[in-house]
């Protein structure tokens, strides 16, 4: 009965833990998730974010939507403007935003995921201040991201790393150590990216100091968590380092 139930629904391929999900609560047709928010379908075990994404994407393409919530915003009329304001031509109005977020979400906020799709969005924007502001404010927002998010967006901010304007991609690189600190996974994610941008960078025109800034990133992580195998991965990528004078500059973060 249960293979019956399976080939007869209209869901995309959404992974076994998620399509179980689904059976389990008793849906088995794309239509009758419109009865539900993203929040509700969200909350059943073994939905995740990916599958979240790609049941709203096949919704979508029937003209269907998941049923809008009525709770009403978490963000205030403040945080909205100077989201806002990220985007404005006035380089004062741009700066004032950038500093009110960063102090707003050096804790936990409960509006991320009001503002998670804007700042995705910032950070390809054609202005390089909204790129950099998007990137920072998004790392500063790992911290208040219970659906995993970060996961699937993280390669989007490696990809600012390597920004035309190189002030912008520092200012990235600079804030991603933030994303590490959150979780274990988030750690090992971060790591991962991190020594592959160490490798690939040697040909880029600022490469030395592109290495100098991801092993101060890695110092920042260790300082925070104290696990001794970011240490070990760190001290490679020092040994790996063949100019010499830049060896020993990095050498020297993590003698401090």
Known sequence: ?????????????????????????GYTRLKQLTKLTEAELGQLHGMGPKALRLLCDAL????????????????????RTHLDNIRADDGQTQFKAYDYLMK?????VDWAYEAWDELIEGLTHKDNHVRAISSQILTHLAKSDP?????????????VTKDDR????????????????VGKKQQTMYMDGLSKRFKECVTEKNGSLIRYDILVSMRNVYNEVND???????LKLIASEK???NQKKCAGVWRK
Do not use: Y
């Open 243 to 245: 100019d010499v004078k």
């Open 104 to 108: 707003e979400t050096k804790q936990p």
């Open 228 to 234: 001794e195998t970011i240490r070990e991965k760190a």
């Open 60 to 79: 979508k393409a029937q003209g269907l939507s998941f049923r809008e919530s009525k709770k009403k915003p978490n963000m205030n009329k403040t945080i």
């Open 147 to 159: 659906k995993g998010r970060i996961f699937q967006d993280f390669d989007k901010l490696l990809k």
């Open 1 to 25: 009965m249960k293979q019956e139930v399976q080939n007869s629904n209209d869901f995309p391929k959404i992974g076994a833990p998620a399509t179980r999900a689904l059976e389990a609560a």
């Open 166 to 181: 190189f002030v912008t991609a520092r200012h990235c690189m600079q804030s991603l150590w933030k994303v590490a600190v």
